[in-house]
Every structure is written in C-alpha cells, then in structure tokens.
C-alpha cells in the first residue's frame, strides 16, 4: 500500500449523505478493505445520533466505498496492539454498542451489500433489518477458523434470521457463502446486478408510511423476545401500546 491510497488525514472514514428522505452512510476506507476501526466507530455513533433528531429521514442505507468491499470487519492491525482483555473489552464494546444503536434504529435500514462482507462486515450488515446484495458480493464469519468466535453478537442475529442450522453453516465453516446462497437461505432479501445503493433505495420505499415511533416500539418488543423471552416480549408489548395509543400525535 501506497500512501497515496490513503485519504487525507482529517478525512471521515464514514460519509453521510442523503439521497431525498434516505440517508447513506458509507464506510469510506477502500485501501484498507474498508475495514470498521475504532476511529469508524465512532463517526457511525455520531451519524446515528443525527438520523435519530432528524425527524425528516425515513430511512437508512450502509455500504461500503467502491465495488469490492461492504466492509472486511474490524481493523485487525488496530486491533493487535491489545495486550489483554482490559484492553480488548472496551473498544469492542464500543462496536457492540453501536451495532445495537443501528439493530434499534428507529427507521428501517438496509446493508447495501456492494462486494465481500467478511467477519465483523457481516456481523454489520446483520445489524441492519435488511440486507440488499449485489449478484458478484459474498460474506463470511471466518472467525471460528481463526479460533475465535464472531465479536459483535453475530450469533443470536444470525440465528434469529436464518435458523440454527444455517447459522451454523455460516460460523462453523468459516467459508464464502455467495449473495445468491445466502439470498436462498434467507440471510439476503433482495439481490440486484445493478447499483445496489439504488436497489436499497427503491426497497425503503415500501416503508416510506412508517411511523418512527411505532418502527421502534415494534424493534424493542423483538429485541426484547431475543433477550429475554416470550412473557416479557407481551409484557412489553402491552404496556408499549397502550402508551402508543394515547400519545397525542397518534394517527386517529
């Protein structure tokens, strides 16, 4: 790597821009496979924070620079200089946090799946409510080969989504599954061999009547049956109602 395949330092390594009421986030480091580092992290935190005061943005959109990387995980070399898990535990609980922010987000999201979605890039996309991919992208968890385990709370999502036993195809062999395997096995809803930002646009709009207070009452009953169970998930979803029912700006 050269240093001209680098950005300018100063510049962001996630770009927020809006396309109409739908808002992009790019991971915008292509020489280093657009990997989600510490500094990335936080300037998603950041960009979160302002989808969610920003009561004009009906939806989300996150992909990857380029046409060969979603996003190739976390940043390993970053990552190397920890000497325990002291060191370790914060800043991966700072992407866990994150990924939980983006898993709540009050607008629905969508992982635009642009090329290869590898260990944590995958746990990322899995964040999201909907994952859009092009024909030529493939993901992975990787991890279990490295003798680790995925390090985002990949596991409970991805067998929310697909079942044990894809879940266990996925992490047990550590291989490239391609975008149509995993549109088969229900990991990818849509797959496109056009600009798949485009494709994740026109796929929002089908949620564009969305009211933003009932899309984050709904993920926070569905969090709270992952969480912790079937009577607390009515628990919640009664008490959630009924507040949701005499809020003033409640659609009568």
Known sequence: ???????????????????GSVVVLVIDRPYAANAFGPKAVAEFRTHLEAV?????IS?????????????????????SVFASPAELNPVFDDAREVLNELDLLDVPTVAAINGVAIGGGFELALACDFRVAHLSANLSLPQVRMGILPGWFATERLLSICGRANAKRFALSGARISAEEAHRLGVVDELTSGDVVERAVEFLTQFEGANRRGVAAFKRV?????????????HLERDVFAELWFHPERKR
Do not use: W
Request: some cysteine; aromatic content about 6%; glycine content about 14%.
């Open 1 to 19: 790597m050269t240093s001209g395949d680098q950005k300018e330092q100063g510049q962001p390594d996630v770009r927020f821009e809006r396309r």
């Open 222 to 234: 569905v969090r709270e049956l992952a969480d912790n169970g079937r009577e607390a998930a009515q």
């Open 59 to 79: 939806g989300l959109i996150v992909t990857g620079a380029g046409d060969r990387h979603f996003c190739s995980g976390g940043d390993v070399k970053a990552y």
């Open 52 to 56: 969610r005061q920003d009561r004009t």
